[in-house]
Each structure stands twice: as structure tokens, then as C-alpha cells.
């Protein structure tokens, strides 16, 4: 009895005591790591948005609500409304040429499958700087869309196309079109062609077939795919600031000009955080819809 | 992204080789638009290529072909100093995340029931990376620490350490617990079976892993333009304030390069996937 006993009794705690030790050698190094370098940096601008600015950079601890309180000045509110708006335009152009090209691949033949969607991403993988110049080279006063113009003699005068809000549309819509794309394709390609077939078989048409099986069925994946456009679209400071000429302000540029002009860390760190709360909200409320929209087709 | 892999086993999994082909034939039409996008995606990047080549100090007018610019790019000393910083920052975030990335992907997959550690480590893959930038410029400067490319590296291993564990987080799915208990029952150490059993299978998704944040480190704006010293600028940071102040034609040339570059590493990527896909 004993000895049976003895010889199981280690057996069964051995397991339990290494499963005990051993996660310490594995997570410990990365999660040090990324409280030092992600949480606490972080905290830290929680931190600072509550206390004044320094004189140059930096801040002065003493506590105040100022810096949340100046979000709702009319100049500040405007530049938020205003992002949410341009990315929202953004996101939708991009969903609405979006989708036509992830059909398009999902019909393709397996091998042309591969090369349409290495075509797209490839792009993706080309400096973010050098594809936002090109578009300088493009829209600029002497630039080629306004040569082609010209001798086709649709206009005589160059357009000022650089510059404009428009210009900050089209150059978020090519640098996150490709983001839009992919989760679109990888939806629509999991879609069981027999449900299509068995429509079309019932005699719908294919319009009626797309409306009522194929777009519903793919709404996670738009879904997703607006989250990924709208997400960076609204944070990104570098086009507007190259391709709209800084005329056009975003929560991005006002958050770099806070730290690099007006010094004001405490309210650049406020702007910041309001950007990422808003971002958050944004994803979750997605999480939750596209949770919604898989049980619903998988019970329905 | 992920979908991309193995192709073949798709292929097979949807193959349904009676209908594609009529689909394909009855489809015609709706190629148009995506023929359309591709003109969107590439004419830009197009005009880049075509001016590396022009003779003409002029931006906007092609004066006839010449590669004078190729010479003048590797000439330039402030971008080769961008690149050899760039490389450094990425050589280093890489190393610090492949490792950090790989041992928390194990940690989080054997140790962790449910997602907060998980969400945890992936988060800096979700968050802004302009949070993350100036998040990192105001802890340097609470920690009266010189920035400079050290600096760099730490930032940028920050999202990288996500991706890798985001990535071989999803290898470890495709993992064959059987071999890890066999090498425990044989007598083996949790280390001895960690390196010798486990490592190996992972392999692939290290090697994705490290690959994905060198690229994306390479690449990196925001993060590195808030981290580093304006003395040690990487190459992203020395386009952005030649755009800004005035670019020469070398940047065509700098970016037909760079567009190379990273068709051939594209291309490469994808029969390594297709290789690794046949193998399983």
C-alpha cells in the first residue's frame, strides 16, 4: 500500500511543481520588459495630463485640470471632429473600392489568387515616406496629373490639387487601401461557394444572391477591414502635415506640434490619450458587433 | 497577411474544380475594378521608378534617360549614414524582440488561461504608435536618458517583441503537444526539451517572426522620429526631412531600390511559406 502510494504520490506532484516554476524563465523577461517600456510610459502621460506644463517641455507638478478642460475649446474640438471625419471618408472610399477588388480575388483560380494578393500587399511593404512623396510628384502644380491635364487640354491653367483636404483623402485612402483588401479577401474567400450555388440553383439573381448571402456573410471582414483603415488613418500626422501642406490640422499634428513647438507635453500627452480612448472605443464596439454578426449567421 | 500561407492547402481545401473555371470565364466583368485599384496602388510608385531615371534636375519634367542618380544616391553621405543607422536600430529591436517574443509566446500558450497576458503582449502591436512615441520621449526624459540610436532600439523592440509573439502564438497552435510529453517521459529537463524538442518545431514562426519586425522596424516613422537624436536620424527620418525641406532626385533612386528590395523579399517570403506549407 505504501509503497504504491510512494511511487504515485511524486508522479502526480512533479508535473503541478515544474508547471509552479517554470513560467517565471518564460514570461518574466517580456513582460518586464514591456511594463517598462510600454505600461509605465504610458501611465506616465495618464500622469502628466494632470499637471502643468513646463517652460520648456517637460512638466511642473502641480495638480490641474486644465489640459482635459481645453479639449472642449472650440479650436481643439474642431481639429478632433474633423480627424474623425477625414478618416471616416477615408475608411468609407476605401470599403467601397475595397470591396469590388476582394471579390474580385476571391473568384480568381487559386494561383492567379496568390499573385493578386502579393500584388497588393506589396505596396504595403514600400517605404511609407517615399509612397506619400510620390503623391507629391503626382498632384504638385507641375506635377503630371496636371501635365496630363494640360496636354490633354483639359484645363489650361494648372489645378491646385497639393495641399487641398482632398489631397490628404486620397493619399490615407492608397497608403491603407491594401489594410482594407486583405481581411475583406480572407471573409469572402471562406465563403462556402455551395450557399451561393444553392441560391443561384433557387433561382435568385446575382444581385439578389450578392445582397441577401454573399454581403452579409462578408460584413466581419468589412468590418474588420474598416477598423485597420480608420484606426491609422486617424492618428497619422505625416500626410497631412507632406501631401496637405499642414493646413489641414489632425489630432496627429496637433499632438507632434505640442511636443516639438508649443512645448506643451501635459496637453500633447491629453491629445494623445483622447485619440487612443476614442481608438479603443472604436474596437471594441466592433468586437462586439462582428461577435454579434458571427452567432447570428451561424444560427441563422 | 496570414492568409497568404500555404497556398497549396487552400487550394486543395476549396478546390471545387467543375465551377472555377465557368466562375472565372463569367467573371470577366468583375475584374475591372480591380484592374482599376491596381492603377491606384502602382501609379504612383510607377512615376517614382520612371523619374530615378531622369536626366533632369527637375522633379517634374523628363529630360532623357540616365542613371546619374544611382552613383549620387550612394555618394550621399547623409543617407548612407540614415541607412546604417536604420540597420542598426532594426539589427537590435530584432534580436531583442525575437527573443523576448519567443519565450512569451511559449510562456502565454502553456502557462496562461485566458487573454489578459495575451492582450497584453500584443497590445503595442494595436496601440497608436504615436502614443507609444511620445510615451517613450517623455519616460527617456523623466530618466534623464541621451537619446540616441539605444534609444531607438529599445522603442522599436517594444512593437516588435508584439509581433513576434503574435506570430509564433500562432505556430505554437499548429504545434504537436505528443513530442514535448515524450521528451519530458524520457527523462528530459524542461530546458533540455524547450531547446532541443520545442525550438525546433517553432522554428518557422521565429524566422517569420524576426523577419516581420526587422521589415517593419526598417520601415518605422512615428515611433523612431520621437526616440532618437536628431544627430542619428534613421533613413525614414532623413526622406521625411527631405521631403519636407527639399528633395533631390536621389530619393527616386532611393526608393526604386528600396521598392527592389522589398519585391524580392515579398516574393521570398512567399516560397518560404510555400515550403514550410508543403512540409507540414
Not at chain 1, 445582397?211 to 477598423?227: D, E, K, N, Y
Not at chain 2, 534580436?95 to 503582449?121: D, E, P
Not at chain 2, 532618437?228 to 527639399?246: D, E, N
Request: aromatic share 10%; with cysteine; net charge positive.
Amino acid at each position: 500500500m505504501t509503497s504504491t502510494l510512494d511511487r504515485k504520490a511524486p508522479a502526480v506532484r512533479a508535473p503541478r511543481a515544474r508547471r509552479g516554476f517554470a513560467p517565471v524563465p518564460f514570461l518574466a523577461p517580456g513582460l518586464v520588459f514591456l511594463i517598462a517600456f510600454m505600461a509605465i510610459p504610458v501611465g506616465l502621460l495618464a500622469f502628466y495630463s494632470f499637471f502643468k506644463r513646463g517652460r520648456f517641455g517637460g512638466v511642473v507638478f502641480e495638480f490641474t485640470l486644465d489640459n482635459w478642460v481645453k479639449l472642449f475649446e472650440p479650436l481643439y474640438l474642431g481639429v478632433i471632429v474633423q480627424s474623425v471625419g477625414v478618416a471616416l471618408v477615408v475608411t468609407l472610399l476605401a470599403l467601397l473600392i475595397g470591396y469590388p477588388m476582394a471579390y474580385a480575388i476571391a473568384g480568381l483560380s487559386p494561383k492567379w489568387r496568390t499573385v493578386a494578393l502579393v500584388a497588393i500587399v506589396l505596396p504595403f511593404w514600400t517605404n511609407f515616406l517615399i509612397r506619400t512623396y510620390a503623391w507629391i510628384l503626382l498632384l504638385n502644380n507641375a506635377g503630371w496629373v496636371n501635365q496630363w491635364l494640360q496636354s490633354l487640354g483639359i484645363v489650361d491653367e494648372p489645378i491646385a490639387m497639393l495641399y487641398t483636404p482632398q489631397a490628404i483623402v486620397v493619399g490615407l485612402l492608397y497608403m491603407y487601401l491594401p489594410l482594407m483588401v486583405l481581411p475583406l479577401y480572407a471573409s469572402l474567400q471562406q465563403l462556402d461557394p455551395s450557399l451561393r450555388e444553392a441560391a443561384t440553383n433557387l433561382g435568385a439573381t446575382p444581385w439578389r444572391t450578392f445582397r441577401t448571402v454573399t454581403l452579409p456573410l462578408s460584413l466581419p471582414g468589412a468590418l474588420t477591414g474598416c477598423i485597420f483603415v480608420f484606426v491609422p488613418a486617424m492618428s497619422n500626422f505625416v500626410i497631412p502635415e507632406l501631401i496637405g501642406g499642414g493646413k489641414t490640422i489632425m489630432v496627429g499634428n496637433l499632438v507632434r506640434d505640442q511636443f516639438f513647438e508649443a512645448r506643451d507635453w501635459p496637453f500633447g500627452a491629453t491629445l494623445a490619450l483622447v485619440l487612443t480612448i476614442m481608438l479603443v472605443l472604436v474596437i471594441l464596439v466592433q468586437s462586439a458587433v462582428s461577435r454579434r454578426l458571427t452567432e447570428g449567421s451561424r444560427r441563422g | 497577411m496570414a492568409d497568404t500561407g500555404n497556398p497549396p492547402t487552400t487550394a486543395m481545401r476549396e478546390a471545387d474544380p467543375a465551377s472555377a473555371p465557368r466562375a472565372v470565364r463569367k467573371a470577366r466583368g468583375i475584374l475591372v475594378p480591380l484592374w482599376l485599384g491596381y492603377a491606384f496602388l502602382y501609379l504612383p510608385i510607377l512615376v517614382v521608378v520612371i523619374m530615378s531615371f531622369n536626366d533632369s534636375e527637375n522633379l517634374f519634367v523628363w529630360r532623357g534617360f540616365s542613371l546619374r542618380w544611382y552613383p549620387e544616391l550612394f555618394a550621399d553621405e547623409q543617407i548612407m549614414q540614415g541607412l546604417a543607422n536604420t540597420l542598426v536600430v532594426a539589427a537590435g529591436a530584432t534580436a531583442i524582440a525575437t527573443v523576448l517574443g519567443t519565450l512569451l509566446a511559449y510562456g502565454i500558450q502553456k502557462y496562461t488561461r485566458g487573454g489578459l497576458i495575451r492582450a497584453f503582449a500584443i497590445a503595442p502591436a494595436i496601440l497608436p504608435d504615436l502614443l507609444l512615441g511620445i510615451g517613450l520621449l517623455t519616460f527617456f526624459s523623466l530618466l534623464s536618458l541621451t537619446l540616441g540610436l539605444h534609444s531607438a532600439i529599445l522603442a522599436h523592440a517594444v512593437f516588435a517583441t508584439a509581433f513576434v509573439t503574435a506570430i509564433v502564438l500562432a505556430r505554437m497552435a499548429s504545434l504537436d503537444q505528443s513530442l514535448e510529453e515524450a521528451s519530458r517521459d524520457l527523462g528530459a529537463g524542461p530546458v533540455r526539451t524547450f531547446m532541443r524538442v520545442t525550438l525546433p518545431q517553432l522554428a518557422p514562426g521565429i524566422v517569420a517572426g524576426a523577419l516581420l519586425a526587422f521589415t517593419l522596424s526598417i520601415d518605422e516613422f512615428v515611433i523612431a522620429f520621437f526616440t532618437t537624436a536628431p544627430t542619428q536620424p534613421t533613413l525614414p527620418i532623413v526622406i521625411y526631412s527631405m521631403v519636407r525641406f527639399g528633395v533631390t532626385p536621389e530619393v527616386n533612386a532611393l526608393a526604386t531600390i528600396l521598392l527592389l528590395v522589398s519585391i524580392v523579399t515579398v516574393i521570398a517570403a512567399q516560397r518560404l511559406t510555400r515550403l514550410t506549407g508543403t512540409v507540414k
